[in-house]
Every structure is written in C-alpha cells, then in structure tokens.
C-alpha cells in the first residue's frame, strides 16, 4: 500500500512540474524600443514588471538631434495588445503600425495604424486580411513564415506612403494615410 501512495505522489510531483512549466509563458522584454528609419521617430512600449497587467504603453518620441533630449509625441496609456504588438513599423513620418499582438494567437488586432499625433485610424483583424486577400485565415497561418500570417518580411514603399506584406499567395499593400489596404496579386 505504502508504495501505491508513493507512486501516486510520485505522479502528482512530476504532473504538477509539468503541468506548471506549461503554463510558463513566452513574454516580451518589460521595456522594447523600434525606431523609424530614418531614426527621427522612436516608440517605447512598456510593459509593468511580470506582466501582471497585459496591456503596456506605448510613447512615440522625435529623437533630437545631437545630444538634446528627446521628446514625446503621443502616448497611450494601454494599448488593447495583450504584452504589446509582435511587431512595430514606423514611418519617417511619424505614422506608427502595429502588427499582431505578442500572445501568438489569430488576433483582431493584425494591423493597427496610428497616425503621428497618436489617433487609432484603423484596425484590421485576421478575418479582414484573409477576406480582402481571398484566402481563409488557415491558409494564412499555414503559410507563415514570421508572426502568424505573413509569409515574409514587409517591405516600405519608396515614397514611404505604404507598407507592402506578404501573405499567402498575395501580396497587399497598407495605406499610411488612410490605412486602407489594396490588393497585389502575386499569382
């Protein structure tokens, strides 16, 4: 009987250790700085220490030249990212993307295009991707190759008007001005 009871504690040890090391996740730094090209615009997402709060801020600054000090643009005290976005693109202008959310997960939040004074102006899901590219949102997450749904590195148009991304079997290009998105077909 004693060694019933030790095997079953046994179990329930390496369970539990188990069981705790699955719950562990993969969390972002407290503090992750992206700057624009041009290195003229810097966001600051942050995040509170153990990510007991979900939802960090983000601070857009204009970075001084030579030695003054930088100043702040906008700032939203909590953006609705959970642990932030994935990734951050940021124009010369000051016209801030955010792309997914840290947590891997298909996500309202795919794109999120804030413009330099620090307004929201458009927000487009993984659903609203996979319908204006004509593709299922599996095909999406099944062809990435970086986040959730892009199959490769967006790329900033030469004007810096738009960024490019690359999902599927299409490729799309996202407005800076308005955030609308138009199709490129790359079949």
């Known amino acids: 009987m004693l060694e019933r009871v ?16 699955a719950d562990k ?10 700057s624009s090209p041009s290195g003229e615009f810097q966001l600051v997402v942050t995040g509170c220490k153990g990510w007991l709060n979900p939802r960090p ?17 906008w700032k939203i005290d909590e953006l609705p990212h ?10 010369n202008e000051g016209v801030v993307v955010l ?5 891997r997960t298909p996500t309202p939040l795919s794109l999120m295009v804030i413009d330099p004074v620090g307004k929201i ?3 487009h899901s993984i659903g609203d991707i996979a319908k204006f ?9 099944d062809s990435a190759k970086m986040g959730i749904w892009q199959s490769s590195k967006p790329m900033v148009s030469s004007d810096s008007q738009s960024i490019t991304f690359f999902t599927g079997d299409t490729n799309f290009s996202l407005s800076l001005e308005s955030g609308e998105m138009s199709r490129q077909d790359s079949k």
Not at 29 to 34: H, I, K, M, S
Not at 58 to 72: D, H, N, T
Not at 82 to 91: A, F, N, Q, T
Request: glycine share 6%.
């Open 25 to 34: 996740r993969n969390t972002p730094e407290v503090v992750r700085e992206f």
């Open 121 to 123: 102006k458009v927000v």
């Open 99 to 103: 792309v997914d959310e840290w947590v």
């Open 6 to 21: 030790t095997f079953a504690f046994v179990l329930l040890a390496i369970m539990g250790t188990s069981s705790s090391f």
């Open 133 to 141: 590219t004509g593709n299922s949102p599996t095909l999406l997450i």
């Open 82 to 91: 959970r642990l932030g976005p994935w990734d951050v693109l940021i124009s």
């Open 57 to 73: 801020s983000a601070q857009l600054f204009r970075v001084a030249k030579s030695g003054q000090p930088r100043s702040e643009v």
